[in-house]
């Protein structure tokens, strides 16, 4: 049974960042692909990044060149690097996990889900 576990989130100023993490155990990090997933209030949970185990990456338009993400599968993690936050990047976050090679957006590919952590953008 894999697990995920999503570092801490907290407030960031708007212009600020911030780095999650996800930690994969129980399963082979490097045989896994992992997305990042958000939940802003009120809204649904939308797809923001994925990582496939040979490092291709997919992100949603609104985040391109803003955010990062990246995996150390020595460390059995991946990285969610945002930058230039905005005030709409308010949210849950969470990370998944897929043991497919390929890419996906939709959640319900994802077979693993961290709990999720709040990140607050405040301007």
């Known amino acids: 049974q894999v697990q995920l576990v999503e570092s801490e989130g907290g407030l960031v100023q708007a212009g600020g960042s911030r780095r999650l993490s996800c930690v994969t155990s129980?399963?082979?990090?490097?045989?896994?692909?992992i997305g990042w997933f958000r939940q802003g209030s009120g809204k649904g949970r939308e797809f923001i990044a994925a990582?496939?185990?040979?490092?291709?990456?997919k992100y949603v338009d609104s985040v391109k060149g803003r955010f990062t993400i990246s995996r150390d599968n020595a460390k059995n993690t991946v990285y969610l690097q945002m930058n230039s936050l905005e005030s709409g990047d308010t949210a849950v976050y969470s990370c998944?996990?897929?043991?497919?090679?390929?890419?996906?957006?939709?959640?319900?590919?994802?077979?693993?889900w961290g709990q999720g952590t709040q990140v607050t953008v405040s301007s």
């Open positions: 998944a996990a897929r043991s497919s090679y390929a890419l996906s957006s939709r959640q319900e590919d994802y077979d693993y």
């Open positions: 129980g399963g082979t990090c490097s045989s896994l692909t």
């Open positions: 990582i496939s185990w040979g490092t291709l990456t």
